[in-house]
């Protein structure tokens, strides 16, 4: 496996009813690019119902491995560059993060 060096959250919420549209948005990057790229080491997608947001959690071998794969052709469209996310998305915060402690692998 990997080490881990760079791990992307972001933190969403939508638009008044819009939200299964918001969960279909952030869900659909990391799992597309999972198949696609070995740096991707683990992602996770969580709803939060009350506070009608997604919170996207994926950690990478490093920064670059995202990054490089965002600025193809295949990686604008897998991000969903050309959906209208100003029609879904009310606050959207995100974060570059360098894993310091954590376990990603199941307990032996």
């Keep these: ?3 881990p060096t760079y791990t992307f959250v972001s933190v969403s919420t939508a638009k008044p009813g819009k939200f299964e549209d918001l ?3 952030a869900t659909a990057p990391t799992k597309k690019m999972d198949k696609k790229s070995d740096g ?3 992602y996770q997608v ?3 119902n009350e506070r009608n947001s997604v919170v996207v959690w994926a950690t990478y071998d490093k ?3 995202l990054y490089n794969f965002l600025e193809t052709e ?3 469209d897998d ?3 050309n959906e209208d996310m100003e029609s879904i998305i009310e606050s959207f915060v995100m974060y570059d993060l360098e894993p310091v402690s954590g376990r990603l692998l199941p307990k032996k």
Excluded: P
Aim: glycine letters at 10%; zero cysteines; a neutral charge.
């Design 79 to 81: 991000h969903g560059e």
């Design 1 to 3: 496996m990997n080490n």
């Design 40 to 42: 991707l080491i683990a």
């Design 23 to 25: 969960i279909r948005m």
């Design 46 to 48: 969580s709803v939060d």
């Design 74 to 76: 295949q990686g604008k």
């Design 63 to 65: 920064k670059e491995t």
